[in-house]
């Protein structure tokens, strides 16, 4: 940090007064991090990137205080919720303050199929509180136990839920989203309906979220149900199957070939050696046409209700992104892609991707709904050799009509699948962030155009 930062931090924690800071180098370079080294190719680039100082605010006045103070001595701002993204969404580039948002966690109210809560409110907290007025949240990462809903919002696309409910992009996925702005008279703004979307996976650097607005579905009691198959393209059948069942109530269907499930601890004795399993989670009155619908092409070796207390590993825990990481733990050579197959071609793709790559790429998908459509995300497991044969297989997914999100870039524009930022999103940057000091550097497209 040069003389002149330095003294600008120095005067900006002079003025922030008694908002809580965290000054202690160990404990900011750590909470300066997320999962990022699931990438090697990020885990070089972003290791050693660390804030300055950490800012805890206790409501959205400090909020609002901190906004002002870091526009007025031009120090950057990164917001943080719970640190568990994967490509360093919360990681900041060039220092200056990062804004911890988890003091922000009340939960405002609960209507009927509606839920308002602080940006810093745990998703596992949310679902409690509406469960016990018979909702739920219609997604959730498989981080929901120590995920934020505003990191969620500002970091991700969708996860537990979106078989039912597609991702957070749908409409009516994201009701409202309440902003302030990085200014030096600071705004605070409510983005409702499609307008909310600017800030969605927009990694914090389109306003600081402080509250959302976020849809519930009827709370089932849900079981937690493993398929064991021979051969891994049946089980990706059957999961197609079921998803195109829309009688029948469901949260995930998740296929994974042998041997991701040997990595998969608890879950391990439910997975045969040299299966491949299908994970789903079924509500308790469709389970038996679920059954009905396996017949006899699979067999159930684990069937129990969710259970997500802190002692249980629950099965969500296993799917989406901790599929990568229950490999990760006892694998470090690994890394992962996150692709999407074309809807009209799912299986034909599931069947050609095998074919061409084999066990250098070990394939988990997960069936979602996009754009109205059931199709599935993948997931898998890559042999990592060297950046260039990454490249290379991303490159012949892409040739075949199977789109990547590419999880080895910081940027929002290059971790889209459409390789550029939305317009909406980055005009809204210019009227939110016009000095550009909301995590810099993570939306490459933009240009300041105030000194």
């Known amino acids: 940090m040069n003389d002149l930062a330095s003294n600008a931090l120095d005067r900006l924690v002079a003025d922030l007064g008694d908002i809580p800071v965290v000054t202690e180098e160990k404990v900011v370079r750590r909470r300066s991090r997320d999962f990022f080294w699931y990438s090697p190719i990020l885990n070089a680039q972003l290791d050693g990137k660390s804030a300055d100082l950490i800012v805890l605010p206790r409501n959205e006045d400090d909020v609002v205080r901190a906004a002002s103070l870091c526009a007025r001595h031009r120090v950057p701002m990164t917001v943080r919720g719970g640190g568990t993204g994967n490509y360093g ?43 016990a007025q018979g909702r739920e949240l219609r997604m959730h990462p498989s981080t929901k136990r120590t995920a934020t809903i505003g990191g ?6 969708g996860g537990i839920g ?69 051969d891994f393209v049946e089980a990706a059948a059957f999961g197609y199957e079921a998803a195109l069942a829309d009688g029948i109530v469901k949260k995930v269907l998740a296929p ?3 041997p991701l499930p040997s990595y998969f601890g608890a879950l391990k004795p439910y997975c045969p050696d040299g299966k491949s399993v299908l994970m789903a989670m079924i509500a308790e009155p469709s389970l038996e046409s679920f059954k009905s619908l396996l ?56 069947v050609e991707m095998r074919e061409l790559f084999g066990d250098e790429v070990l394939q988990h998908l997960e069936f979602i709904r996009f754009g109205g459509r059931v199709t599935c995300s993948s997931l898998p497991v890559i042999r990592y050799t060297d950046s260039d044969r990454l490249n290379e297989i991303i490159r012949l997914h892409e040739e075949r009509g199977v ?49």
């Open 89 to 131: 969404q919360a990681v900041p580039l060039q220092g200056g303050v990062l804004l911890d948002i988890s003091g922000l966690d009340s939960i405002e109210w609960i209507k009927p199929g509606v839920v308002r809560v602080g940006a810093g409110a745990k998703m596992n907290a949310i679902d409690a509180a509406a469960q």
């Open 295 to 350: 017949g006899r092409r699979g067999n159930i070796t684990l069937e129990m209700p969710t259970d997500d207390s802190l002692s249980r590993v629950p099965l969500y825990e296993y799917c989406w992104n901790h599929t990568t990481l229950q490999v990760l733990k006892t694998d470090r050579s690994v890394t992962y892609l996150q692709c999407l197959y074309p809807h009209d071609r799912v299986l034909e793709k599931v």
């Open 403 to 451: 789109f990547i999100a590419n999880p080895h870039v910081f940027t929002v524009e290059d971790g889209s699948r459409y390789k550029r930022a939305d317009a909406d999103q980055l005009g809204f940057k210019h009227e939110v962030d016009p000095f550009g000091l909301l995590n810099p550097g993570k939306m490459r497209s933009f240009v300041s155009a105030r000194l």
């Open 162 to 230: 979106s078989v039912a409910y597609g991702g957070l992009r749908e409409p009516g996925n994201i009701l409202a989203a309440r902003i302030v702005t990085l200014e030096e008279e600071p705004r605070v703004i409510e983005l409702r309906g499609d307008a909310a979307q600017k800030v969605n996976r927009a990694y914090g650097t389109t306003g600081i979220i402080t509250a959302l607005e976020m849809p519930l579905a009827p709370a089932w009691k849900w079981i937690d149900v493993v398929v064991v198959f021979d």
């Open 152 to 157: 969620f919002v500002a970091g991700g696309s």
């Open 256 to 258: 994974v070939t042998w």
